[in-house]
């Protein structure tokens, strides 16, 4: 019997079948998962700044830059010293935050994959508004082409990067900032909500370079901030660092862009100034949103998370951007702060190896919504009601992305050493570095006989991690 079913109809059959099957997965995956800390739930929001460093903060030790509401919310909550991406790129790393995986195994790996139906229902946000959360979402959606305004409550996302200026002349992070106190003015008392706000900040503006303009633009209010400082040059800046990167890494991309921010010391102090101005601004939004929380008398049942998708060069190696597995791209600020932190956790720097990958269990955690079992990450909810145990002590990082200009490279990183390899077609590089003795990455160990062991050892451990990954 010939069927009659048009193509459109087809279509539609397809995307309900791909939701029911969703529904049904989501429902066998949070089997796997329980809440760490069963008792109330509360209200979440997660900033997410774009390429932020995570020394670029007061709390964690600069002593330049102006940062008084994030440094008011690690007094409040506890701040860790050694959170890590396990993609250092926008879109792949997005993906591992929303869906608590690593890049292996959500596939999303350039910049126009998108979630499946099926996937994007086991990120955080549609797994919250399942369990009745009211869902928003600001900013860089940053995965793939197609946005989900739709599966949200409220949506200000935007394609791409976006612009820091409209036609408006408001700064985005202004306008982000504002549309924040738009979502909670229409939350509804009873209903317990989620906001994700992805801000710009501080990454550049994309299309400065081919039109010769600024590539960091902070709000005009923002201008004077310092202007009569001078910041310090990094350890590792200078060609004699440059020549010791692999011939391929000197080729790529960063160090393109190193040679139009960071190439003398007029162009590296306008180019780090900018970039602090940037995330002066967004501390300042993120200061309204608080204590628009302490007017409604919210604060007292929202948990809060501040972290970054990636890392950044400021110069070091010769280099910009992100991308490579050295510490100052993979490396990022990690802020919790929730009203059941123990009074003597609160204020504290914790030193644990966490993961953004972590970040999608977390904030389900602190929903008291149960954790799927395709998450990769742990909650870290625990660490600021005691010590959980078995943490972990290493963790895998790949990089695959845009291979024509971004060597791809893979490795481990543990508590003391890192062990960063090369994938090209005609050989395997490798580099080993003793981060307890050398935390600039400046010497390389892999050649050295004495460390074969211990080279060989981290190989085996590479492919372990590599397989868990999947």
């Not at 201008?223 to 391929?248: H, I, M, N, T």
């Not at 007292?300 to 100052?328: C, P, Q, V």
């Amino acid at each position: 019997m010939r069927s009659t079913l048009g193509m459109g109809s087809f279509r539609t059959l397809c995307r309900g079948i791909a939701c029911f099957l969703a529904v049904i997965t989501v429902a066998h995956c949070c089997e796997a998962g329980e809440p760490s800390n069963p008792g109330p739930r509360y209200n979440i929001i997660l900033f997410l700044a774009d390429d932020m460093r995570w020394d670029a903060l007061g709390c964690m030790g600069n002593p330049i830059i102006q940062t008084p509401h994030f440094d008011q919310l690690a007094r409040q909550g506890v701040r860790f010293t050694h959170a890590f991406v396990t993609t250092s790129i926008c879109a792949p790393s997005r993906a591992s935050i929303f869906s608590g995986q690593y890049v292996r195994r959500h596939k999303i790996d350039d910049f126009q994959k998108s979630f499946s139906p099926e996937a994007l229902q086991l990120t955080y946000p549609m797994l919250l508004k399942k369990a009745g959360y009211r869902v928003g979402f600001i900013g860089k959606w940053g995965v793939g082409t197609k946005l989900p305004a739709e599966d949200f409550d409220y949506w200000r996302g935007f394609p791409g990067q976006g612009t820091y200026f409209d036609s408006s002349g408001i700064h985005l992070t202004r306008r982000m900032g504002d549309q924040a106190l738009e979502f909670l003015a229409q939350c509804p008392p009873e209903q317990h909500f989620c906001l994700s706000i992805s801000f710009k900040a501080p990454h550049c503006e994309d299309s400065a370079r081919a039109k010769k303009q600024r590539e960091f633009p902070p709000d005009p209010q923002d201008e004077p901030l310092y202007k009569d400082v001078q910041v310090p040059l990094p350890k590792s800046y200078g060609d004699a660092f440059f020549r010791l990167l692999p011939s391929f890494v000197q080729e790529s991309e960063a160090r393109r862009r190193y040679l139009v921010r960071f190439a003398n010391h007029e162009m590296y102090q306008a180019t780090v100034k900018d970039y602090y101005r940037l995330i002066t601004g967004m501390d300042r939004e993120i200061g309204r949103v608080l204590e628009a929380l302490r007017q409604r008398g919210w604060d007292r049942r929202t948990a809060i998370i501040f972290s970054s998708d990636n890392g950044f060069f400021l110069g070091e190696h010769g280099l910009a951007g992100k991308w490579f597995m050295y510490e100052e791209s993979i490396r990022v600020p990690l802020i919790v702060s929730a009203p059941d932190v123990k009074p003597e956790l609160r204020g504290r720097a914790l030193n644990p190896m966490v993961l953004n990958i972590d970040l999608a269990p977390t904030i389900l955690d602190y929903a008291q919504v149960p954790i799927p079992g395709t998450m990769q990450g742990r909650s870290l909810r625990a660490w600021l009601t005691d010590t959980p145990a078995n943490w972990r002590r290493d963790f895998f990082y790949e990089h695959h992305t845009l291979p024509k200009i971004l060597p791809p490279s893979e490795g481990v990183r543990t508590e003391r050493y890192k062990y960063l390899r090369w994938l090209r077609h005609d050989a395997i590089v490798e580099e080993l570095y003793d981060l307890q003795r050398d935390p600039h990455e400046i010497q390389n160990l892999a050649q050295q006989p004495k460390y074969q062991n211990l080279l060989q050892q981290l190989r085996q451990r590479y492919e372990e991690l590599k397989r868990q990954a999947e």
